[in-house]
């Protein structure tokens, strides 16, 4: 049989095919998003791992691990090619520093899964649950980095989706891991019952749920018309002092198309002067601001001797309506974590940003009202808004520019979709060098425009509401379904014990 086979693999061989299946699993997430290719990674490596225990299987799940985030982040290195001749000694921490770090949430997985659970059933049950609990932890823990979580491959799968509005991402990665893993126990003939059992009970839990969340029809909300500017300008163009008006130039071109419309909205750090201190650079936005518009833009911001990562509103006036400061800051490339210890420059190159407060919903003139999230910050589940304060819509403005055409922008657009499905609301999104989206409440993109160009989307837009279980209670229904299945998963241990 072919577990017999995996289960008497040992050394190079054994650890070959590991990293390949891990290698394999982080590839296939956007753009391709090729969930049944976890029916075969995951059985495969539960397999393997199932003769293993202790230190050998800590091994096992690093070299999964490792072979998912290297396969599956390799594009984080391309952000330092923009300045290779000052980054180089960071590549090999890019590349291989970073999966290495985060595998170390796989391999404790796997030896704790092999301490606790006999292959079969149990084994995939209880892998499934540390899975989500050790997404959630790498989520949280030292600022969190919940990227590649496994829920995102089913993102294309409108009706599975839907689960996020009721559990969070967390929830969804459980139930695709659990269903993915329980092919283990086909090779014991006493479960194949159960086995079969629990994946019909899943399947359909799922998908009645997600036809159930279909149907709840949508609160109707304010109308908006919105004009996303994505002006392609290239990395390298952006960090060069002398082609500031030239990208300044290409902005004021995409904005001033006739039409009319209720906002601009320019991607993060669209802008290459300091607009709060430059009437006379607001002056020209404004001219060709389409009248009666408000702008949201994203500016470095300067308030004495600290900078923040923010976005603006602007009138047709020139006159500043608000802003917003990124909270949310990526380390290393925005703030450098243990500053007394480590002596360079974060790579975004325009010193070290400060903090914001954190999510807001804020209101400028009579748009509806908006929680902004700067690039990073859209990837954190439940923290995209405040609770006490919905918003009307999220507003997503981001620069994945740093990572050209690779997978990056893409898995960064099919995080955005879930957060819409989570929170309910219609997410708007402006990338410089794409993707800029309309993405609606249960996850649809509405319309976009591809990576790697320049242009305008103008879009009529219904700010339609749902009322998502998640938006509310946050990670209470995910815990909830941790608990029951630790329950399970007790109870079927004593059945075992007894039979």
Same mark, same amino acid.
């Given at each position: 049989?072919?577990?017999?086979?995996?289960?008497?693999?040992?050394? *190079?061989? $054994?650890? %070959? =095919?590991?990293? #390949? +299946?891990?290698?394999? @699993?982080? /590839?296939?997430? &956007?753009?391709?998003?090729?969930?049944?290719?976890?029916?075969?990674?995951?059985?495969?490596?539960?397999?393997?791992?199932?003769?293993?225990?202790?230190?050998?299987?800590?091994?096992?799940?690093?070299?999964?691990?490792?072979?998912?985030?290297?396969?599956?982040?390799?594009?984080?290195?391309?952000?330092?090619?923009?300045?290779?001749?000052?980054?180089?000694?960071?590549?090999?921490?890019?590349?291989?520093?970073?999966?290495?770090?985060?595998?170390?949430?796989?391999?404790?997985?796997?030896?704790?899964?092999?301490? *606790?659970? $006999?292959? %079969? =059933?149990?084994? #995939? +049950?209880?892998?499934? @649950?540390? /899975?989500?609990? &050790?997404?959630?932890?790498?989520?949280?823990?030292?600022?969190?980095?919940?990227?590649?979580?496994?829920?995102?491959?089913?993102?294309?799968?409108?009706?599975?989706?839907?689960?996020?509005?009721?559990?969070?991402?967390?929830?969804?990665?459980?139930?695709?891991?659990?269903?993915?893993?329980?092919?283990?126990?086909?090779?014991?003939?006493?479960?194949?019952?159960?086995?079969?059992?629990?994946?019909?009970?899943?399947?359909?839990?799922?998908?009645?749920?997600?036809?159930?969340?279909?149907?709840?029809?949508?609160?109707?909300?304010?109308?908006?018309?919105?004009?996303?500017?994505?002006?392609?300008?290239?990395?390298?163009?952006?960090?060069?002092?002398?082609?500031?008006?030239?990208?300044?130039?290409?902005?004021?071109?995409?904005?001033?198309?006739?039409?009319?419309?209720?906002?601009?909205?320019?991607?993060?750090?669209?802008?290459?002067?300091?607009?709060?201190?430059?009437?006379?650079?607001?002056?020209?936005?404004?001219?060709?601001?389409?009248?009666?518009?408000?702008?949201?833009?994203?500016?470095?911001?300067?308030?004495?001797?600290?900078?923040?990562?923010?976005?603006?509103?602007?009138?047709?006036?020139?006159?500043?309506?608000?802003?917003?400061?990124?909270?949310?800051?990526?380390?290393?490339?925005?703030?450098?974590?243990?500053?007394?210890?480590?002596?360079?420059?974060?790579?975004?190159?325009?010193?070290?940003?400060?903090?914001?407060?954190?999510?807001?919903?804020?209101?400028?003139?009579?748009?509806?009202?908006?929680?902004?999230?700067?690039?990073?910050?859209?990837?954190?589940?439940?923290?995209?808004?405040?609770?006490?304060?919905?918003?009307?819509?999220?507003?997503?403005?981001?620069?994945?520019?740093?990572?050209?055409?690779?997978?990056?922008?893409?898995?960064?657009?099919?995080?955005?979709?879930?957060?819409?499905?989570?929170?309910?609301?219609?997410?708007?999104?402006?990338?410089?060098?794409?993707?800029?989206?309309?993405?609606?409440?249960?996850?649809?993109?509405?319309?976009?425009?591809?990576?790697?160009?320049?242009?305008?989307?103008?879009?009529?837009?219904?700010?339609?509401?749902?009322?998502?279980?998640?938006?509310?209670?946050?990670?209470?229904?995910?815990?909830?379904?941790?608990?029951?299945?630790?329950?399970?998963?007790?109870?079927?241990?004593?059945?075992?014990?007894?039979?």
């Amino acid at each position: 049989m072919l577990a017999d086979k995996l289960t008497a693999l040992a050394g *190079w061989r $054994r650890a %070959g =095919l590991v990293l #390949a +299946l891990g290698g394999l @699993l982080g /590839w296939f997430h &956007a753009p391709y998003n090729y969930w049944p290719l976890g029916f075969v990674c995951f059985p495969l490596f539960l397999w393997i791992l199932s003769p293993l225990r202790g230190w050998a299987a800590f091994r096992a799940g690093w070299l999964f691990g490792f072979g998912y985030f290297l396969f599956g982040l390799y594009w984080i290195a391309h952000a330092l090619f923009v300045d290779i001749v000052q980054f180089w000694w960071a590549l090999p921490l890019a590349v291989a520093g970073l999966p290495m770090v985060l595998a170390l949430y796989v391999a404790l997985v796997a030896v704790l899964t092999q301490r *606790w659970a $006999r292959p %079969g =059933l149990r084994q #995939a +049950l209880l892998f499934a @649950l540390l /899975w989500s609990i &050790a997404e959630w932890l790498r989520g949280h823990l030292f600022t969190g980095f919940p990227w590649l979580l496994y829920g995102y491959v089913w993102n294309d799968v409108a009706v599975v989706r839907q689960l996020a509005a009721l559990l969070g991402v967390y929830g969804l990665s459980f139930v695709a891991v659990l269903l993915a893993c329980l092919p283990v126990a086909w090779s014991i003939v006493s479960q194949r019952r159960v086995m079969g059992a629990t994946a019909l009970v899943l399947v359909a839990l799922v998908w009645g749920w997600g036809l159930y969340w279909q149907s709840v029809p949508a609160t109707p909300g304010p109308q908006l018309t919105l004009r996303l500017v994505q002006p392609n300008i290239e990395q390298t163009l952006k960090l060069d002092p002398a082609a500031r008006e030239e990208q300044l130039i290409r902005l004021l071109t995409h904005t001033a198309v006739p039409g009319k419309v209720d906002a601009v909205i320019w991607p993060e750090s669209a802008v290459p002067y300091r607009l709060t201190t430059r009437p006379d650079i607001r002056a020209r936005i404004a001219a060709n601001l389409p009248a009666g518009s408000v702008l949201l833009t994203g500016v470095v911001r300067d308030d004495g001797d600290k900078f923040y990562n923010s976005l603006i509103a602007m009138d047709g006036q020139g006159q500043v309506l608000g802003a917003y400061d990124k909270a949310h800051l990526v380390p290393f490339g925005e703030y450098i974590p243990f500053r007394q210890w480590l002596p360079f420059d974060p790579i975004a190159g325009a010193g070290e940003f400060s903090a914001g407060p954190g999510p807001q919903s804020l209101s400028f003139r009579s748009l509806p009202k908006v929680s902004p999230l700067i690039c990073y910050e859209v990837i954190f589940p439940g923290a995209v808004s405040v609770v006490t304060d919905r918003p009307d819509w999220l507003l997503n403005i981001t620069n994945d520019a740093w990572y050209g055409l690779t997978h990056g922008p893409y898995q960064h657009l099919q995080i955005a979709r879930l957060r819409a499905v989570e929170e309910g609301r219609v997410l708007v999104r402006s990338a410089n060098s794409g993707i800029s989206a309309i993405i609606r409440p249960d996850g649809q993109v509405q319309s976009s425009l591809p990576l790697g160009i320049g242009g305008v989307l103008d879009s009529d837009i219904q700010l339609e509401q749902k009322a998502a279980p998640f938006a509310s209670y946050g990670s209470a229904g995910v815990v909830l379904l941790w608990l029951l299945t630790g329950v399970a998963f007790f109870l079927a241990g004593r059945r075992s014990e007894l039979t």
